[in-house]
Structure formats: C-alpha cells, structure tokens
C-alpha cells in the first residue's frame, strides 16, 4: 500500500485496527461512526455501522461525493434505488472483489472493501478523520472507552466497553503456531503481529473452539494478498485449523490468491496488477463465461461470442460485412475475408472519401471529385439558392477519357441530362460504355462498362453516390481521395503533397478560378427551433430509425441534421434529405427501413407510378430484356422514390409500359437515326450513336498582356474558354457548357500563376498549406521530405511514426486520424498488442480521475504494463512496481526513460513507444513503424485505413463510441457506459460562453495555422471542455483543448504564442530561486541544455513542446530533471521506480544495494543505467 494512504479496518466479533495501529475490541448491536471526515463544513466522506447480535453487519451507510449508499448484506441501495453490481456513476464505483464487495471513490478520496463481519477503508492521509477509524496521529490513545462513547451515534442503546482480552494455553500456543508459520512475515502483519495474535489468543480463550479464530486469520489472509502469492495461502490447509474454504459453484475452485481479474470469454488475457484476491475462481486452462451461461468455467473453444446484444454459441456462423462469413471461435468472431465496394458520397458540402474521411467544404466551383487516367468525375458546388445558407451541389459530371475522343455526361440538379453538348429531357440509354436512366422520380442511375456506377439525387437535394467495384482498388485522386484503405493519403492534393486541411485540400482541386465559398449559418431563430424539435426523431428510441441504431451511429446525423436543416429556407426538404441520408446509410449496411417518410416527408406519385422505399435498379427498363443489364452483376444499394408498378418497365420516354410494348434496342442505339436537331445554330444529325456538326473555321487573332491570346467569339469556329492556373493544370479542362466569352486567355498548353502570367506548366511554382513556393523548395511533410520539382512536389515515401491523442471529457484521435469521445467510468485499454490474444508484450490503460460535484474529468491515471512492471502515471508523478518476480537478476539495458520537457513528461519506452503526458488529462501515445497494424483499443489498430478503427476486443465492427469504448474496458467488474454526458449537456447555460471563449481557435492569432490544422474537431472539443462546473482553476478542460490545437499547430511549423496572464497562464519563476532567472517560458520549446539523464541515455528528446525551460549557469550546469533544478554533476539525483536523491542508497528489485552517483545507479559494483 502507499505511503500515503493509511487503512483502518474491523473484522470478526467486534475487532477494530484504527489508522495509527491501535487495535481493540468491544461487542455492540448499536450504531457507529466508524469515520467520518473531520471538519466545519460537513467533510467528504462519513462511514457508518451497525452489527446484529451475531457481530455481523446489519447496515453499512457511506455518504461520499454527493451519493449515499446503504449496505444491507447482498442489498445494495444508492441514492434510495436498489442496484445491481457492478454500480458505476461518475464518481463511485462498486464491485464485487473475489469473497468481498469493494466501494471506491473515482476521485481517490477512499476505498472501502467489506464482507458479512469484516470491513477495510483505505484513505489518503491528508484527511483529518474522527469515529472509531481515528487518525493518523494520536487517536485513539489509552482510553479506549472514551474513544468508543465518542463514535457512538446518539440513540436509546446501551454504552459499550472494550474488552478484557482473555488468555489460556492453549489458544497462545495454537495461534503463535499459525500466526508465526502463515501470516507474520506479511508487510501489513509484521509490524502488529502482537495484536493480531492477542485478538486471536481472546477468540480462542472466550469459546474454547478453534472455529472462533477463523475470521482473524481470514483478517490476516486478506492484508497478506498485497503481498502476492505467499505460503499464507495453504493456512486453511493446516490440520490445527479447522475453518473450511468457502463452498465455490460448479467446477470453480477456492484460492487464498487468486486473480484479482480473471480471464473471461470477454477477455482472454485480462490486465493484473501485483494484489491478488480470495475467492473462487476457474480452474487453470478454463475460463469465466460472462457473456452466455454467465458465471460457470467453461473451455475457451466452449466460450460464446456476442453481438450488439445477441449470443452466439461457440462454432456458430453469421454474415458479416460485404458478403464474409463470421464463426464464432476461442472466444472471438474469425472472419473470412471479404472486399467492400468503395465509396464516396457528396451530400451538400459534406464529402466522404472512398477511405471513409467525412469532412466539410464550403464550395463555389467546379471541383475534380475522382480522377482516373481513363475516366474521371468533377462536381459543382456553389452557394445554395436564395433564402438558404451554405452549400449546395449544382451539378455532376462524368468525363470518358479514350485515344480517340473525351465524352462527357452532365446531370443538373433539375435532373437534366447532357451528352457532349446535348440535352436531354427524359431517361436515355447509351451505347459507348454508359447507360443512365431514372428508375424512380428521386433518382437517377448511371452505369459504366467499367464497373462504375453512379447514384445521383435529384429531389429534395442534389446528392451523389460513387461506388467502385470492391476488388478495383486504384489510386484515384480528387475530392474523393484514393480507394486504397490508406487514410492517411486521402487530403492528397493536386500537387502532389499531403495537406493537412480540407479547406486547402478540396481548393487544389478547383477546375478554373473561382471565389471562396461561405461557411453556413442557422438563417433564423425559428429555423434553429425547427431543427432542435424535429431532429430529436433520429433519436427516438421507438422511433423509425430505432431499428438501424444498433448497426449505424445515429449521433453524427442528428448533429449534422440540426446544422443543416436550419440553414435552409425550406427546412421540411432539407430535414428529409438528411433522414434520407441516415436511411442510405443503413442500407449499405443491408438495414432496410420503411415507413419513414410518413407525416412530415410524405412523398406522393403521378398516378401512372408508385412510391417504393427499396427500389433496386436490376431489370426495370426495357433495355434489361433485350441486353445484359450490368446494373445486376454487382447490387447498388437500394434508394426510395416514385417508380413503376410491379410487372411494368420503363421505355425509353420513362414512360411505364407492360412487357409487351416495350421497344427494342440494336447496338445500344437510344435514338431513332436520321433525326435532324440545332446545336447552338449549327445543324446536327444523329447517326450511327453520334452528332455529327457542322463547325466554321477562322480565329481572329489580338494582342493581350502577360502571354495571353484573344479570343473573338465572332469568329464561327470560336468555342468557350477557361483558363487553367498553376495549381490544378494536370486536372481535365472544364468548359462548363458556356457560350464563348471574348477575352484574354492563355495559349493552349499555358497556364496563369499567381502573378497573371501565362506560364508552362514546368515553370509553375508549387503550393502547400495555402502558401507557395518556389522550384526548388524543400519542406516536411510528417517525416518526408517534399520537393518542388516542376510545378508538382516529389516526396520522399518513408514510414512515419503515428500518434494518439486523448484529452479533457475522453477526446480521442486514433493512430489513424478518428476523432471520438468517450469517457467511460472505468480503466480501458487505450494501446496494446493483445488484441484478444494470451501472448502480448504491452498495454497502456487510461481512467478518467473526476472532480467538481458533477464528476468532470480534471486528471487522468496511466498504467504502462511492459515486462515485468507497471509504469504509473498519476498525480503529476511517475512510479513503477514489479508485477513479476524475474527470474534471473541480469541487467539488459533500461526498458524506459522519463524526461520533462516543458509542462510535459515523456516516457521513453524500449519497444518503440513514447507517451507523452502532461500531468493532468492529455496523454499521448507515439508508436515506431514497426508498430503499424499491430495494436489495438482505444487508439484503433494503426493500420491507415480509417473504417476499422472500431473494432472492438471481440473482433467486430463496433457502431459507435459506446460500444467500442465499453469493449475495452480491462474489467468486466465495471459496468458498461449506457449514456454519456458531456459538460455542455450537463450545463447548457454555459455553453454561449464556451462557444465565445472558444473562439480564439479560430481568431486571428491562430490565422498562418489554420491553412495547415483544421481547427473544427479542436474548436467542437474546446467548447465542450469549457462548459466547465468551475472557473478557478481546478478544471482546465480549456486551456488543454487550446493547448491541443496550438501544439497541432507547432508540429506543422507554426509556433503561436497564446497564453496570457489572463489565459490559462504557466508561470516559470515558480522553479526559479530568489533572484535567479534560469526558467522561461517557450510556446515551442526543446531541451537544449545539458541534463542529468543525457550524462547515461546520451541523447537529447527533440520534441517541440510548450512549458518551462532552464538555461543553466556555470556553476550548476546540468538539468536535473527529477527536481527541475540546475545542479552539479555530483546533485544530479536519479529515478529507479521512484525519485532518489544524490547520494541515496535503494535496493532494487534483485535484492542489490544501489547508490546514486552523479546521475547513475551503481549496483553491487556494477555499472547500470536506471536513470
């Protein structure tokens, strides 16, 4: 046990140990304090007991952080409801502990474990403490009675007095025997093994019955487990004793020692720290099935698996994603492999890439959405019509690229369709490797003889769905990014170089100059009302999207629902888009709904149709009976909308007609030949599946500046033109359909640059991050190195470290870039490489410490498990223990390092990882390539692509934050999270506040920045923080989320100085001496002075991070970073699992006498590096 913590306890007939070692006894049925908090104000915490006649507990009362909770036996009541364990609120947690129940305060004020008669609080010993615990001083003293009178709570029950402690022969010998032989060595017995064997001795003695002294030495087993597997486990075995081992359930076993978390079919290879417990437990080689025929020893081949709430037994098999086959086996799903088809969705200004990346872009161009050397699709989006915010998509466009010629398909939001020039009204087939039709009045299918197809929406919204076969991976570029499960390529831009926002991202990839877009905004106080009532029905448990919450996470569309309907001038339309959305995305998970659209997004039909909620396109035109239809050799997915009656098709007028009338198509021709029409005043015919034109010839030629050539549209041959610019000159040209305009344009093969000249495209500089550069440059790009060679940049390919980040209320972003939050009431496994296996190297776990009466998260606790010990991180401090004994003393090398840089400390570990913690609720983990796609947790599998980032410890696709998070939890003794809320949910009243004081992320101090970090999920996460319960410092969720974006920033190469002494404020001279000035602060600081450590790692941490920063003077050279004090190489201290002084004599866990010498340990003569 800690130091710091003291522990009081009482067991047996009426046996007390208060927390200065005093042990006595009395017997009472009356009412007790037994520790109460000792102050003015009423104090933290107030512990009351009751005993029956037969000394076992009648009632236990605990008031702690606002909750009150009475224990009648197994009835346990919490704020006067009954509850099931294992309990969990944001600040108590209740569990059931091998033989005993275990109360614990989440902000580490106290934990209280108890059983029928006995009954331990361990506390920290700052507390001032008053009852029958007494205090870490004096109390109790000689008069035992006085004391106990004073803990008696006042009531018509008679006084007690201690006892006379009774003595006989016999009973001294038998417990000396048993005492002496099991217990007496143990580090929380040793020291009060007289009292422990005069209590036994008095047992003994009153009843002349060895039974009676079975609860002292269960007393006893229970403080030896701390001390790990010992020969106290075999007391019961002893044939003076005659205590039975408790009667365990089928196939469990009793031990003294056993796993304080044992492995279960939920968890194969549980996490352990060094305490073990008493209880029964599974025999070697079974473990506890918790998830179907709960609480019995199974085999790990018998053990069931789950999903979303439903059992499966061992060797079952389902389907699971995109046509694989699922078996439930050794107690995870095992997957057979299967490719999904990819794809991008644009609805409005929301994108989501081919990888899964959704982001937003405020358009107001012509954009290449995916290209391809064969074939490419650009999108237009422009500001939405009058009386709506934000923005819309106008228009689609589909380019062939082929040796001989580019076709291009234009489909409008009116539903219009062009071909090379021509419009078209109604629905047409085509012949050259396209075919388009509208199976129903909301949308229209495009299908390529290339396994393309597109899905476009035209009513309520424009919106549209690309889809790729699921085994043509390629490296498309554009909006879209690259179907290659690669996230981390996804904001590739034009050029060649990796952006780090969308904003620049999407701008690389305009098709022709054009003006910025608008962010959108709510267009009135009603619309805002409308959104806020009537999105809540995604929500709605028994609501028409109830059925689709268990596969697909509704949260994300009803936040963007209420952003998005309020911006629109007809909210009903866009409210219905985006149910639509939500409904569209449960479909590609084959979670069909029906019924929604009634009441509000009620849709009605020419009475010729009727509307259908799943409309699949395969075999619904006439030309799906006369010629293979491509639309059936691979699905889409299924879309709503008015179509034709069943046994009906369409022909080529879209009008529905039986079989029998349909027309027949030859050579995939959709016209009549011979057909005369006028194309901008020149006479066309169609023949053969093509327009041919005639065309005029003739250019008049004018002198313009800068290089450019005029064009006269006088001129017959004249045709329409855009002018390409640096940035995008490899992208298709774009003459968008427009008549000729007369003006100055740059001769074919030339582009503008920023200047207004006409260049060629070799001679263009390069663009980056919304900034240029010159041929030539170099920059970095994570670990890459990029070169602008030619207008385009040439980066380096090397694997680049990857990192995860949680912070403040549980804001996670994955080694893979998904941001989430969850924060759950338990510790979870936020890195490891078990993965559901036995024979892991590492973990790293993460809990959540609250504070403020609402349970907010101010501190976070970190255990890194490697080898054989258990680095902590809490309280602003690192300690280590041993969980192992080794077995062979030899030194290999450290296993770790701590630094301090800055505000920060970093741990260094030997496996490739580096945690980065700022002492309060920011934890970083940094992981070396040789790590990619071989982790697991919180932090996702590392793997690049952003899809699979929740899978869960069962080994299946996870819907949300919830249900992801809860997989990880290292317990199953901690009960699930069912709701979260966060700080602006809890406050609402602050969060125009939050949103006003959030605001500096996006204000002008963090302008050269947000070209290169987006700061939207930083801004959404600081708003949430800020709701804080307090103002005075003790939360700082703000400045940690600031802090996140700055640092963001500061890894990009924009350093920005934000703190004010009137903002989140670090003061410095706090380490400074009177009159010294050694320590500054620096917003981007490293270590650039000689340290204690460097003197035995011999090599500096080049991080840049904000905080405190020593320049050393002469006379004290070295940094000693263990006291964060300038010293001489003889006061330089170490850290061997703890802080020790220069000059400082530890033993280590070899048993070695060690001493600290200028910075090294120096162990039995040998020269070992611990620092």
């Known amino acids: 046990i800690s130091p710091i913590i003291g522990e009081a306890s009482t067991w047996g007939k009426g046996a007390y140990k208060a927390f200065n070692g005093r042990i006595f006894s009395f017997e009472s049925s009356c009412a007790y304090t037994f520790c109460h908090h000792c102050v003015e104000s009423g104090g933290d915490f107030n512990i009351e007991i009751k005993r029956n006649s037969n000394s076992d507990f009648e009632k236990i009362a605990v008031k702690i952080d606002n909750n009150e909770v009475s224990i009648f036996g197994d009835n346990i009541v919490v704020n006067e409801k009954s509850v099931q364990i294992p309990y969990d609120n944001k600040l108590i947690h209740i569990k059931k502990y091998g033989e005993h129940y275990v109360l614990k305060s989440r902000r580490g004020i106290l934990s209280l ?76 017995v040793a020291a009060f093994s007289t009292h422990y064997r005069m209590i036994c001795v008095d047992d003994y003695c009153r009843n002349r019955d060895k039974n009676a002294t079975c609860d002292t030495y269960s007393e006893l087993s229970r403080l030896c487990t701390s001390d790990g597997p010992g020969i106290y486990e075999s007391w019961r075995d002893d044939l003076d004793v005659t205590c039975g081992k408790p009667t365990c359930p089928e196939k469990h076993i009793y031990k003294e020692c056993g796993p304080s978390n044992p492995a279960t079919c ?149 539903g219009t369709i062009t071909s090379n020039k021509i419009k078209h009204k109604s629905r047409y087939d085509y012949s050259d490797g396209v075919y388009v039709f509208k199976p129903s009045s909301s949308y229209l299918q495009v299908e390529t003889n290339f396994g393309v197809k597109m899905q476009i929406q035209i009513a309520p919204a424009m919106q549209l769905y690309v889809s790729l076969p699921p085994n043509d991976f390629t490296e498309t570029v554009g909006l879209c990014g690259s179907f290659n499960n690669r996230v981390e390529d996804d904001l590739m831009s034009s050029q060649n170089i990796l952006e780090k926002t969308p904003q620049t991202f999407a701008d690389s990839w305009e098709m022709m100059p054009c003006p910025k877009g ?36 509704v949260k994300p569309y009803y936040e963007e629902c209420k952003r998005y309907t309020c911006t629109c001038k007809n909210s009903k339309d866009c409210l219905c888009t985006i149910f639509g959305n939500y409904v569209k995305a449960c479909a590609e998970k084959e979670v069909y709904m029906v019924g929604w659209r009634t009441g509000l997004c009620d849709s009605s039909c020419p009475s010729n149709l009727v509307f259908k909620y799943n409309i699949k396109a395969c075999n619904k035109t006439c030309r799906s009976l006369s010629e293979r239809y491509r639309s059936c050799d691979i699905e889409g997915v299924p879309f709503d909308g008015c179509t034709c009656p069943d046994g009906m098709y369409q022909n080529n007028e879209g009008n529905c007609v039986p079989k029998s009338q349909c027309d027949c198509y030859v050579s995939g021709e959709v016209m009549k030949p011979g ?118 940049w040439s980066c380096t390919q090397n694997e680049c470290q990857t990192v995860c980040h949680i912070y403040g209320e549980g804001h996670v972003r994955s080694f893979d870039g998904k941001s989430y939050s969850f924060d759950g009431l338990c510790q979870y496994s936020f890195v490891e490489d078990y993965c559901g296996r036995e024979n892991g190297t590492f973990r ?19 255990i890194v498990s490697f080898q054989d010990q258990n680095v902590v991180l809490h309280d602003g401090k690192v300690t280590a223990s041993k969980i192992t004994e080794s077995k062979e003393c030899g030194f290999n090398g450290n296993t770790y390092s701590v630094h301090t840089v800055g505000l920060y400390l970093i741990l260094k570990f030997s496996n490739g990882i580096t945690i980065i913690w700022d002492k309060n609720t920011r934890v970083s983990a940094i992981l070396d390539p040789r790590w990619h796609g071989k982790v697991c947790g919180l932090c996702g599998n590392n793997n690049g692509d952003l899809k699979d980032d929740f899978i869960t410890r069962h080994s299946t696709e996870a819907i949300g934050a919830l249900e992801f998070g809860n997989s990880w939890k290292t317990s199953q003794k901690c009960s699930d999270t069912l709701q979260q809320n966060f700080p602006c949910d809890s406050n609402p009243y602050c969060k125009t506040w939050a ?26 996460a ?45 003061f410095c001279d706090y380490y400074n001496e009177p009159g010294e000035c050694s320590w500054r602060y620096e917003p981007c600081g490293t270590v650039t002075t000689k340290t204690c450590r460097d003197q035995v790692i011999g090599q500096k941490f080049s991080a840049v991070l904000e905080g405190c920063y020593a320049k050393c003077p002469d006379n004290a050279p070295y940094l000693d970073e263990n006291l964060m004090k300038c010293v001489t190489l003889s006061e330089c201290s170490c ?37």
């Open 266 to 414: 939920s968890d194969v290879a549980p996490f352990q720290d060094s305490e073990c417990v008493n209880g029964c437990i599974c025999p070697e080689g079974y473990l506890l099935d918790d998830i179907g025929r709960k609480g019995q020893c199974v085999l790990k081949a018998e053990c069931p698996c789950d999903l979303h709430g439903k059992i499966y037994q061992s060797g079952e098999v389902r389907g699971g994603p995109c046509g694989s086959q699922c078996t439930c086996q050794d107690a995870k799903w095992s997957c057979t492999e299967a490719l999904c088809p990819g794809r991008c969705k644009v609805e409005g200004n929301s994108i989501t890439t081919f990888d899964g990346v959704k982001y937003h872009h405020p358009g107001n161009c012509h954009y290449l959405a995916i290209y391809d050397k064969d074939w490419s699709v650009s999108v237009e989006l422009r500001p939405c019509a009058s009386g709506q915010s934000g923005t819309c998509l106008n228009s689609v466009t589909l380019h062939l690229n082929s040796s001989v010629s580019v076709d291009k398909y234009v489909f409008d939001r009116n």
């Open 1135 to 1171: 850290f061997y699992n703890d802080i020790i002084p220069a000059g400082g004599v530890i033993q280590d866990n070899c048993g070695r006498t060690c001493y600290c010498i200028a910075g090294e340990l120096e162990c039995s003569g040998e020269y070992l590096l611990f620092t």
């Open 675 to 792: 057909k005369l029409i006028n194309i901008n005043n020149n006479k066309c015919i169609c023949r053969d599946g093509i327009f041919l034109c005639q065309t005029p010839i003739n250019l008049a030629q004018q002198n313009c500046s800068g290089g450019a050539e005029y064009v006269d549209c006088r001129n017959p041959r004249a045709q329409g033109r855009v002018d390409g610019k640096c940035g995008t000159w490899s992208m298709p040209g774009f003459d968008e359909n427009l008549p000729c305009k007369a003006g100055c344009y740059c001769p074919v093969g030339m582009v503008r640059n920023s200047k207004g000249n006409c260049v060629f495209p070799e001679d263009c500089p390069c663009s980056f991050g919304g900034s240029e550069y010159d041929q030539g440059s170099v920059t970095l790009v994570g670990c890459n190195k990029c070169t602008c060679i030619k207008g385009s």
């Open 113 to 188: 474990m108890w059983d029928k008669n006995k009954l331990s609080l361990a506390l920290h010993k700052q507390y001032p403490t008053c009852g029958l615990c007494g205090n870490f001083n004096s109390t109790p003293g000689d008069n035992i009675n006085e004391h106990i009178a004073r803990s008696k709570i006042p009531g018509d029950c008679p006084k007690a007095v201690s006892k006379n402690y009774e003595v006989c022969e016999d009973g001294v010998q038998h417990c000396d025997k048993i005492i002496g032989t099991y217990f007496e060595k143990c580090r929380k």
């Open 995 to 1020: 949103v006003q004081k959030c605001e500096i992320i996006r204000d002008s101090i963090f302008k050269e920045c947000h070209h290169k970090v987006d700061p939207e999920a930083y801004l959404e």
């Open 1022 to 1066: 600081c708003i949430e923080e800020a709701c804080a319960c307090d103002t005075q410092g003790k939360y700082l969720g703000f400045c940690t989320a600031v802090a996140m974006y700055a640092e963001a920033c500061s890894a990009v190469g924009v350093c920005v100085t934000w703190r004010k002494p009137d903002l989140c404020p670090v």
């Open 518 to 553: 608008n962010p959108s905004s709510c267009i009135s106080i009603e619309k805002e009302i409308f959104a806020e009532n009537h999105c809540g029905i995604f929500l709605d448990s028994p609501g028409p999207f109830a059925s689709c919450h268990p596969i697909v996470n």
């Open 844 to 862: 790293i776990l993460t809990e959540s410490i609250p504070c403020c009466e609402d349970g907010l998260t101010c501190s976070r606790k970190i």
